[in-house]
């Protein structure tokens, strides 16, 4: 989503940059099997998933990222913290 879009929809405005939200967008998506979520990360954002999951850790501890979307970002650092693979 645009911020624009986002406004419209209700989600709040923030510092994160275009690329930190739609991290945070797909991370919302269910996913069957973990070598399918691995496939839309290299088709999405043409990234490995190593370096992915790198971002997105980086991700979980910005301020932004928790004022953003606090139910998931509380989300991940649970599973995170509990040692869940490739949450």
């Known amino acids: ?7 419209v929809a209700g989600v709040p405005q923030s ?9 945070l967008a797909f991370e919302r998506r269910w996913w069957r099997t973990a ?14 998933p190593t370096r992915y999951y ?8 910005e301020q932004d ?3 953003y979307d606090p139910v998931l970002v509380h ?6 913290a509990r040692g869940e693979p490739r949450w």
């Not at 510092?15 to 991290?23: K, M, T």
């Not at 070598?35 to 290299?42: D, L, N």
């Not at 989300?75 to 995170?80: G, N, Y």
């Open 65 to 67: 990222a928790l004022e």
């Open 1 to 7: 989503m645009t911020e624009d879009a986002d406004a």
């Open 35 to 48: 070598g399918a979520k691995e496939q839309a990360i290299r088709d999405v954002f043409g990234l490995s």
């Open 75 to 80: 989300r991940l650092r649970r599973l995170r």
């Open 15 to 23: 510092g994160l940059d275009e690329r930190s939200r739609r991290l």
């Open 54 to 61: 790198q971002l997105l850790n980086a991700l979980l501890e």
